[in-house]
Each structure stands twice: as C-alpha cells, then as structure tokens.
C-alpha cells in the first residue's frame, strides 16, 4: 500500500464517494475564483467582487448547504464541514461569509421563522441573490449577550427597534439582518429587511485581519417592523446561541483548512530553500517543526470528522463544539506560526499566504465564543460550577 504524505492518517478512507465530490467542486472553486485575488484583496482590504462570488457559491450549493428545501442542498455535517475547510484554506474572510449566512442568517430563519418567512428569504438566500448578516454582538456586549442594550417595543401591531450591532459580517453588502434584541417577553429575533427606514450598516475599516471580508456597524434608529417580522419559534438566549454553535462547527473545520495552506507552504518552502548547501528540510530542527505541525493538523482533523458524524447522528452537544473550537482554532495559530519560522522573512510576504492566514486566525479565536468562553464551557461540563457569574 503507497503512503499518502499529504494524508498522513489515510482520512480519506473515512469519505465516501459524494464527500469527496463535494470537497472537490469547493477546493476546485476556491483554487479558480479565490487563490488568484485573495492577496490583493486581503491588501486593498476589500471584497470587491462579493455579490458575484455570494451567486457562485449559491450555484454549486455552498449557501445553506446543511439546510433541508427551500434551494438549500441539505448536505450532511460532513460535507458541510469539508466544504468549510476548503473555503477557509483559501481565506478565512470567504469562510465567514459563507458561514454567516448559511449557518447563521439562514439556520435562523429555517429553524426558527415562520413558513412566510422562509418561503420569502431562504431561496434567494441559498441561490446568492440576496446576502444576510446576522446582529447578535453589540459594542459594549460581546460574550455576554445577555447584556444586549438593542430593545424592541411593541406599538400597536408593529415592533420598533433601536441599538447598535458590531463586527457584523456582510453587514453593508446584505438585503436582510436577522437582529436579536431584548423585549418584555424576553430576547427575540427580528427579520430586517435593510432597506427598512432607520436601518443603516457602516462598513469598518482600518482592519489588520479577515480584510478580504466585509465587516461592518448595525445601527437600528427606531426601526419600525410589522407584527410578522418576530421570529415565532423562539424566545430567550437559546435561538441565537443555538444558531452561534452551527457556525462553530464550520470553524472547527475551517481554521483546519487554514492550517492546511500554512503547513503545505512550510514543507514546499523547506524542500526548496537551502542554506549551508542543502535544503533547510534536510535539518532536524526544521523536520521536528514539520513532524509536530503535521499531527497537529491530523488530530485537528480528525476530530473534526469525529464531530460531524456526531452531528449528523444527532448527537453532538454544544460542550463538544466548544472543544472543538478551542482545540483547532488555537492549534491552526500555532501551525501558521511554526510555518512563519520555517520561512523566515519571506513568511511575512503575501507573495506567500501564512501571514495572512496567521492574521485572519486571530478573529476567528475571539468571535463566536472567545478561548475563555469555550474554556468555561468545558469547565462547567467537567466540575459540574457555573463560573459565568
């Protein structure tokens, strides 16, 4: 049997034929519409091109892939993590906008909105028509979004919203916000069509990561909504975390495929760079770096695979995201780090990618639930004490 250096595990035995098809159209896309732009875009810190990219990943079925009707491609966990991968192993900033709107704006609405509201946004929203952003974290309120100051009172039949939303992905370039806010009855959810009076989204500038993503402001000045734009099926903290936990499993993926990118580049570069008359592979410390890199990387991925046959089973808890979140994310820095020293000075070029995905990583360790946060998670499973309060 040949051995597979870029398998090292032999994972792929774990995939099945249309696994595979599925990480192939991603990787293939990723390699075509992303690889060649993604460094000037990540310079200019832009997306220019992200309502023509949103309609092309609706076209191969990466927008809500993990959904069931409604346009959406009702993948399995697996393959909706594989494709994650190869996103993220392009750039973290098309991950994001992948999995804000199908894991987030879309999850909300198909889980927990009304037929209407799901007749009316989701096929456009899996097809790339229309773009959504999903407004939980508030300026002064991040990890604790019990804290919210966004409020909605009732005036007559209508909903009035006003507050503030931050670090929103897609924000300015979306056509419907799915915004959670206080209310007597309890935290709710709201769909926002933007062009709503009072609904305005800043983009945020002067990033030094995920710049080839849109981010911006939500500023909700006396909203006014009718009675149906409530989320019906929920009330409390439980719809929105639930939503962030979808998108942390794409994230365990995801951070996975950056580390990927950063690790290949590590072993082509010291397979080619020499000093002291040979490749710079050829010395131990430089193979020691490579041999912790690539278990690192295949443990990450392994449990990943592990998670998504849990999800699809039915059976993953939010505590075993949390672990994965915490374990991946904090190993893929590590890896692009290690991969940052093997090539030097040339690892902080974006002629290479490591830099820029070292950069994108440390966003994806804060949002949607922070190292501490996911810590915690973990110590109330295990002691059984809330250390929250």
């Keep these: ?90 750039d973290s900033g098309i991950r994001s906008l992948v999995s804000v709107q199908g894991s987030l704006a879309m999850y909300a609405i198909h889980r927990f909105g009304s037929e209407e509201q799901r007749q009316t946004w989701l096929p456009r929203m899996a097809s790339g028509e229309v773009i959504g952003c999903f407004g939980l974290t508030e300026p002064d309120h991040g990890s604790d979004p019990a804290s919210m100051r966004t409020y909605a009172k009732r ?59 849109v981010t911006s402001e939500l500023v909700l000045d006396d909203v006014r909504l009718p009675a149906d734009a409530v989320l019906p099926d929920v009330i409390g903290l439980k719809g929105p975390l639930s939503c962030l936990s979808h998108a942390r499993y794409g994230i365990v993926w995801g951070s996975m495929g950056a580390a990927r990118t950063c690790f290949e580049s590590a072993v082509e570069y010291a397979k080619t760079r020499e000093q002291f008359g040979k490749p710079i592979g050829a010395f131990q410390l430089t193979q020691a770096k490579l041999a912790d890199m690539a278990v690192e990387l295949h443990k990450g991925i392994l449990l990943a695979h592990h998670l998504g046959r849990r999800m699809d089973a039915g059976r993953l808890r939010p505590e075993q995201i949390s672990f994965g979140k915490l374990n991946n994310v904090r190993e893929a820095i590590e890896i692009c780090r290690t991969a940052r020293t ?48």
């Design 155 to 213: 005036d007559g039949s209508d909903w009035v919203l006003t507050g503030r939303k931050m670090w929103i992905t897609n924000g300015s370039v979306a056509g419907v916000a799915v915004v959670w806010a206080q209310t007597e009855e309890g935290v709710r959810g709201f769909v926002v069509p933007t062009d709503t009076a009072g609904f305005s989204a800043p983009e945020i500038k002067h990033k030094w990561s995920l710049r080839a993503s």
């Design 342 to 389: 093997i090539l030097g000075a040339n690892g902080i070029s974006l002629e290479y990618p490591v830099m820029r995905h070292a950069t994108n990583l440390e966003s994806v360790l804060t949002y949607e639930g922070t190292v501490e946060m996911h810590q915690l998670v973990l110590g109330k499973a295990l002691t059984g004490l809330d250390a929250f309060r």
């Design 1 to 90: 049997m040949s051995f597979d250096p870029t398998d090292l595990l032999g994972l792929d035995d774990l995939l099945d034929p249309e696994d595979l098809a599925v990480r192939d159209t991603v990787r293939g896309w990723a390699r075509d519409r992303v690889l060649p732009y993604v460094a000037e875009w990540y310079e200019q810190g832009e997306l220019p091109q992200i309502r023509e990219l949103a309609r092309e990943l609706g076209a191969i079925g990466a927008l809500g892939m993990s959904l069931r009707g409604y346009g959406c491609a009702g993948a399995g966990a697996v393959q909706y993590g594989l494709a994650c991968l190869e996103l993220e192993a392009a």
